[in-house]
């Protein structure tokens, strides 16, 4: 159980382009989602969170304008990546919790966004 | 300042052999600690989990340590094998309200070979 997928698992784009990326909680209803970023070498680093049905909160330095985070359903939040540049390049994780204050997060497998 | 340290950074064992990874926390309130486990390319895997009362934690070959008093914690793995070869995280979670925030470390990448 709780298993949480991600679409796509790799994407290359074009400097420019916008890039969506989907977080599916396959087996449970993810009240809260989370959005990581993580470079090479280094750890996970919180992009944002996101409530079903709600705005998205991000974190510190994030540009909410640049990554869009839309959390439509309890099973479905999904992060595009707009006028993406190569310094967007990395590695995008989500997580998702069943109950808004439990500390179980379960991550998906990672989308690794490479932008030419 | 919250912030989880790991050492080492790398690491390089034979097959068959143990290792000891180290985690050093300054996350204050502390809620609890998790060790995952994160193979290249893909999202991280929960080892175990220790809260403030709990001193050891096993999860097969894998036992993590935790002193809340010293706020150091470790991962022992027993008879490394090469699938063991991963990026180790340690992760705290402050207790701030009922705001869910993990502290990540930056990891120790362990490579066993044969």
């Not at chain 1, 991600?6 to 909680?25: A, D, L, Y």
């Not at chain 2, 390319?41 to 809340?68: C, H, Q, W």
């Amino acid at each position: 159980g709780a298993v949480v997928s991600q679409h796509p698992s790799w994407v290359i784009c074009k400097s420019g382009t916008s890039v969506k990326i989907e977080c599916r909680s396959l087996d449970f209803q993810a009240t809260t989602m989370f959005w990581y970023r993580q470079f090479p070498k280094q750890s996970l680093m919180l992009m944002a969170t996101s409530n079903e049905g709600s705005k998205a909160t991000y974190e510190q330095g994030v540009e909410k304008d640049k990554f869009l985070i839309n959390h439509a359903s309890l099973t479905l939040s999904t992060l595009t990546v707009t006028s993406a540049h190569p310094e967007d390049s990395s590695f995008y994780i989500c997580s998702a919790t069943e109950e808004t204050f439990t500390d179980t997060q379960y991550f998906g497998p990672g989308t690794r966004l490479t932008v030419l | 300042k919250n912030q989880v340290e790991q050492s080492p950074q790398s690491l390089i064992i034979l097959e068959g052999k143990n290792c000891t990874l180290q985690c050093n926390y300054t996350v204050s309130p502390f809620s609890n600690l998790r060790w995952y486990k994160q193979d290249t390319g893909r999202g991280p895997v929960s080892l175990t989990i220790m809260t403030f009362s709990e001193n050891t934690k096993s999860n097969g070959r894998y036992t993590a340590t935790l002193d809340a008093d010293t706020k150091q914690s470790s991962l022992h793995i027993t008879a490394s094998q090469l699938s063991d070869s991963a990026s180790y995280i340690c992760v705290v979670r402050h207790r701030s309200g009922g705001y869910n925030k993990l502290i990540f470390g930056a990891g120790t990448r362990l490579a066993v070979h044969p």
